[in-house]
């Protein structure tokens, strides 16, 4: 044991106060109030109005999100719940409310404030005497709005859609739905069926057939196995029930917000008075017939939770989710002039928007999520509907979407995970029936770019597959320039699988025969296309030869990437590495041998310095990731703690190829890089870059960089940077304050491995206090050494 981790635990073997387990986070009446102190300075408070939906506040719960803003005499939001998926795959919203009181109390000269109180995920809009408050329900899809004032107001609430006839969709639309890019039709989108009924108004788009699913198993050759495929657009209907107690149809209208004609059905209040409720039901299901699906919309409204009750069970939740886990930066009062407060602020707001998707069946989409507003708040030049999004709506970048996904363990949420990891679970058949269909052979195979019922991206297969293309010499290969042959990232998800289970403590064995199918798929498919070319399954020292591979989208037509070689050591290890009782003696021994036949971390030299390669060969660089360092992130071949630093070290500092790779903007992982390998000041200085204000009115609205606005990578990656400099857990050990500046003050709370949560608070580069719980985890705390034996206290 090295002498800094031997006083590390002398210091800390009187140090850790033992608390309660918070692997299951509960509510009580002290912590709460912490939890609300910690988060008040946080709140987002505008004391203004919007000009526009690109001034928007976020707001939700459950699988529910809303754009709420207040522009002139109005207060409208956006409405988005997650799979709300049409017959070309575009990721549409529900629809937009408009709410107008009379007489408005939005005068100019009246004090005004919106403000989202985190604690309790509801906004608040508060103009005089009058409030509106808004939030999601947590445990079903209602959103519930009150008005409340010191005298009578009427309420005139309007449901607005845009899909008020069926049109094709316009070639500047075509990134909504990227399969259709080069495809013989045109892709087209069908009026939503809207109505005065039940005392409200319904609102339904109901999908109808062919969807893009069945043109995409037509041009992927896959005809034959189509009826075992799972298709969840079939019958996919969505909408919603906009009604309220003594609110009574009032006709409908016509307007324009920004570039997009639409209708409005009205609902108004048969009188004024000093309390108005309103209730959407927001309804997302595959039925086999219209009459079922609007059974269903019925209902939810009829078993939907009363007003109060839903205030009360949706506080509880968002009160527990921020006992979690928290990182706060200088704390105390708000100091929105700090730079390093606001990278703590930041953190918390776009944690509260991974937290308004929950509960849902579909993964947070890295592009968006449910906070796209009109496209032209974000590109002047797409003057287009509220629906647009770039980088598509049920089709899933990979490569983006786990960076959404892997802060969720430190932050305590791996429940929140679930629905990124359901994502890849229901596909495993259909990724066998491509491997078995393209090449005779085991396995799961999974694509980059891949939609929501486990095909490829139209586009990126390609509609015109040349004869003369590798893509066509080798079936089931994308026929793309950037990710043919990428299908090494769903083993960062196999990894996420089992370090919820190391995380946690949660029973992983389910997941093993996913992973196990996604393994044999490598190790099948390589050794045939070896011994295709060459007459043998390996190389000459009994290794796999990964080619044709690629190394991220950057480095292609590689040998030996270093991701796909790095993944599936990781995933091997990882396996190995659980109990008997998860992996018997047969399978134990396949793994070993397995993990035996994978080839060596590509090296190479630059100048006079080894550093690591990011494949062992390759005949281009298309894109600006820097794959050579994927074993350290998220692969933890190298990193604070382990073996052979400097090798990892020098590759960030010499062996990246061209400037571009290094970024801040959307999915780059140079800060997560550089705290992984304890490099302080450029972890900070990255950091600070990542996580400053976006530049828009709600601050972790980021982008669009590579993607879209509100970018979720961005968010995502930044997060992650963050939690690494302020510990890391390799192996079996927790190292706290790897890479962080001694001048950032900061109280944390993050989890760690085996069920165990610590907690600490920084002062003046001074560790003032610490839990570790449990007590038993103490011993497998590392401290730097600038934290010296005299400046931990505890506080008893």
């Known amino acids: 044991m090295d002498h800094q981790k031997r006083q590390s635990l002398k210091q800390l ?99 005004f404030e919106q403000r989202l109180n985190l604690i309790d995920g ?124 003594g609110f009574v149809p009032a006709g409908t209208t016509q307007g324009r917000y920004a570039s997009t004609d639409f209708t409005g059905w009205r609902l108004t209040s048969q009188r004024p008075r000093q309390r ?68 703590g602020r930041n953190y918390q707001l776009f944690r509260h ?50 960076l959404v996904h892997w802060p969720m363990l430190k932050s305590g949420d791996a429940d929140v995970m679930r629905p990124q990891l359901d994502f890849y679970r229901r596909l495993q058949r259909t990724a066998e029936l491509r491997t078995a269909s393209y090449w005779g052979h085991k396995g799961a195979c999974f694509v980059e770019q891949i939609e929501n019922f486990g095909l490829c991206c139209g586009q990126e297969w390609g509609w015109h597959r040349s004869w003369n293309t590798p893509a066509t010499r080798m079936p089931g290969v994308e026929d793309s320039a950037f990710v043919d042959h990428l299908w090494d990232t769903v083993l960062e998800f196999c990894l996420m699988m089992l370090e919820v289970g190391r995380f946690t403590g949660a029973d992983t064995s389910g997941d093993l025969p996913f992973i196990d199918s996604c393994l ?29 591979g690629t190394a991220c989208e950057t480095y292609k037509n590689a040998t030996n990437s270093a991701v796909t070689i790095a993944g599936l050591d990781a995933v091997l290890a990882a396996l190995l590495a659980l109990p008997d009782r998860m992996i018997g003696a047969p399978l ?51 990193g604070v703690g382990l073996p052979n630093l400097q090798l990892a070290v020098d590759t960030w500092r010499y062996g990246v190829d061209t400037p571009a790779q290094k970024d801040v903007k959307s999915w780059h992982q140079d800060a997560i890089f550089c705290a992984r390998l304890g490099l302080t000041d450029e972890a900070a200085r990255l950091t600070e870059r990542k996580m400053e204000d976006s530049g828009r009115r709600y601050p972790t609205f980021w982008g669009p960089g590579h993607d879209w606005a ?34 950032w003050d900061v109280d944390f709370s993050l989890c760690a491995p085996h069920s165990t949560r610590v907690s600490a608070v920084l002062r003046n580069g001074k560790l003032v206090e610490m839990t570790v719980d449990p007590a038993s985890s103490v011993s497998r705390i590392v401290l730097p050494p600038w934290l010296a034996k005299e400046t931990v206290l505890t506080k008893n």
């Open 13 to 111: 073997a009187a140090a850790a106060i033992v608390g309660t387990s918070h692997s299951t986070p509960v509510a009580s009446q002290s912590v709460s109030h912490a939890a609300a102190l910690r988060m008040s300075a946080y709140d987002p408070v505008w004391t203004t109005r919007s000009r526009h939906a690109g001034e928007s506040m976020p707001c939700g719960a459950g699988d529910i999100g809303l754009n709420v803003w207040v522009e002139g005499d109005d207060l409208l939001f956006y409405v988005a719940r997650s799979g709300a998926f049409d017959e070309t795959n575009s990721y549409l919203k529900l629809g937009r409310v408009r709410l107008r009181l009379d007489p408005s109390p939005f005068g100019a000269d009246v004090p």
């Open 122 to 245: 509801e906004i608040a809009v508060t103009c005089g005497k009058v409030t509106i408050t808004i939030w999601a329900d947590v445990d079903t899809p209602l959103v519930n709005i009150t008005v409340q004032s010191g005298t009578p107001v009427g309420v005139i609430a309007t449901w607005e859609t845009w899909r008020t006839r069926d049109r094709d969709y316009l070639p500047a639309e075509m990134s909504m739905h990227r399969s259709y890019d080069g495809a013989p039709i045109t892709p087209r989108q069908h009026a939503d069926e809207v109505a005065f009924a039940d005392g409200g108004v319904i609102s339904m788009h109901r999908n109808s057939t062919p969807t893009v699913f069945d043109l995409l198993v037509e041009q992927q050759g896959l005809t034959s196995v189509k009826d075992k495929l799972w298709n969840p657009l079939a019958g996919l209907g969505f909408g919603v029930l906009l009604h309220g107690d």
């Open 276 to 343: 108005h409720a309103l209730r959407l039901h927001c309804h997302v299901a595959q039925t086999d017939t219209r009459d079922e699906w609007m059974l269903g919309l019925r209902r939810l409204a009829k078993n939907a939770p009363g007003s109060a009750a839903s205030r009360t069970r949706s506080r509880r939740w968002w009160r527990a989710f921020w006992e979690r886990s928290w990182i706060v930066l200088r704390p105390g009062p708000a100091r929105p002039e700090d730079l390093a407060w606001r990278i």
């Open 353 to 402: 928007q991974l937290g308004t998707n929950a509960r849902a069946d579909w993964p947070t989409k890295f592009n968006g999520g449910n906070f796209t507003v009109d496209p032209e708040y974000t590109d002047p030049k797409l003057r287009l509907s509220p629906d647009y999004r770039a980088w598509g709506g049920g089709e899933f970048t990979a490569q983006n979407q786990r």
């Open 520 to 548: 044999v798929f490598f190790d099948e498919h390589y050794r045939r296309e070896h011994a295709r070319v060459s007459g043998r399954e390996v190389d000459e020292d009994s290794k796999l030869v990964l080619f044709p």
């Open 588 to 638: 134990r021994e396949r793994y070993r041998a397995m993990r035996a036949t994978l080839p060596p971390l590509p090296v190479r030299t630059i100048g006079n310095r080894r550093v690591l390669a990011p494949a062992q060969a390759w005949d281009r660089i298309q894109n600006v990731e820097i794959p050579q360092l994927y074993p350290v992130f998220p692969y933890n071949q190298y």
């Open 710 to 743: 509100p970018d979720h990578n961005w968010g995502g990656s930044g997060m992650i940077g963050l939690q690494e400099m302020l510990m890391q857990t390799p192996g079996n050990a927790i190292h706290l304050f790897p890479a962080w500046p001694r001048d």
